[in-house]
Nanobody
Framework: QVQLVESGGGLVQAGGSLELSCTAS????????MGWYRQAPGKQRELVAG???????HYADSVMGRFTISRDNAKNTVYLQMNSLKPEDTAVYYC?????????????WGQGTQVTVSS
């Protein structure tokens, strides 16, 4: 089992920036990818960004060019830098960890952090 602790989030005006962070602990050797999902009210949870520990990244089309995912290996921490935020980015953001074989498979989840973007 892997434990994930998130920080960051909050309220920001459209066009602003926020950074989320997520630190993993526990059975780190059972994971090779971490990522961020989000869920807005009435919508399905969607993958925002993922990073494989070799460095390869994946982004949803809706955040490409605005969000950047990165990882500090020494700290077992993943960051999500969010720039040029839009009201439609408002959601609860969840950190996730799991295994990438041929696809992202996440089975460890953080508690979620609220991001609200005002217009």
């Amino acid at each position: 089992q892997v434990q994930l602790v998130e920080s960051g989030g909050g309220l920001v005006q459209a066009g602003g920036s926020l950074e989320l962070s997520c630190t993993a602990s526990g059975n780190i050797n059972t994971i090779n990818t971490m990522g961020w999902y989000r869920q807005a009210p009435g919508k399905q949870r969607e993958l925002v960004a993922g990073i494989i520990f070799g460095g390869r990244t994946h982004y949803a089309d809706s955040v490409m060019g605005r969000f950047t995912i990165s990882r500090d290996n020494a700290k077992n921490t993943v960051y999500l830098q969010m720039n040029s935020l839009k009201p439609e980015d408002t959601a609860v953001y969840y950190c996730a960890a799991g295994w990438y074989g041929v696809a992202f498979e996440y089975d460890n989840w953080g508690q979620g952090t609220q991001v609200t973007v005002s217009s």
